[in-house]
């Protein structure tokens, strides 16, 4: 799985894409990141980027130019143009079936916006997936490309170790619960035990308090999964 992410700030990545799990999948061929910075193909001595918008008002909005050619540009590097996406608040919310579906594409242009937003003329020429991680404005599109990130590369076969790990998850596939209490050593602390049932070795007995608890949490945190 291939991603170009398009910024204004590419400093921010380097921090994400250097650690954990994608920073394996990276090392071992499985996922490649490639960050870009838009400000590249801005013109000009001053590689001027954004300007204000017509009919006034406040902030500033990124150009349609450099945008659009960035994007064009970046779609040519590799063996196929890609699915392009912009991470803005405008876009459909994130949940887990999207990420399986988006997990289809090979490879996926990220724009991140700043300021005001895009000119409209980037997304009616370049027809994005908009996306939005949540119903709040974050400062950028740059944090909710990691999340999209992050959420993608789990679908990728080999980046998990163990490949039920993403399977078992709360919300894939369909899967509308959230999951059950874990506990490691030691058995007591401060007086809190690791619950008896979990220690006797009963994989059955295991089996259905972990199928209890998680309807329990479901029940207590989000009974709003269980009512659809
Ligand atoms: N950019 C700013 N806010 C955002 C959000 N909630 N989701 C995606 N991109 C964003």
């Not at 406040?58 to 996406?85: H, K, S, W, Y």
Request: aromatic residues 6%; proline residues 6%; hydrophobic residues 35%.
């Amino acid at each position: 799985m291939r991603f170009d992410i398009l910024t204004l700030f590419p400093e921010m990545f380097p921090g994400y894409t250097g650690q954990s799990i994608l920073n394996k999948s990276i090392e071992r061929g499985l996922v490649e990141v490639h960050v870009h910075n838009m400000r590249d193909w801005a013109k000009g001595r001053h590689h001027k980027i954004d300007d204000t918008p017509y009919g006034g008002g406040p902030g500033m909005i990124l150009m349609v130019e450099p945008v659009v050619n960035c994007v064009r540009d970046v779609q040519a590097m590799g063996d196929q143009p890609g699915t392009v996406i912009v991470t803005t608040p405008q876009g459909q919310r994130l949940n887990q079936p999207m990420v399986e579906e988006l997990a289809l594409n090979q490879r996926m242009i990220l724009l991140c916006g700043r300021y005001e937003g895009f000119d409209q003329r980037v997304i009616d020429i370049l027809q994005p997936l908009e996306i939005s991680i949540g119903d709040y404005i974050l400062n950028g599109g740059e944090v909710a490309s990691m999340v999209l990130v992050d959420s993608l590369v789990r679908m990728v076969p080999g980046v998990l170790g163990d490949e039920r790990s993403s399977w078992d998850d709360s919300f894939s596939r369909g899967n509308r619960m959230l999951e059950y209490p874990q506990y490691t050593r030691p058995r007591n602390f401060e007086g809190h035990h690791v619950p008896d049932v979990l220690l006797g070795g009963n994989h059955g007995e295991v089996e259905r308090w972990r199928n209890a608890k998680s309807l329990e949490n479901t029940k207590k945190k989000r009974s709003d999964l269980l009512d659809s």
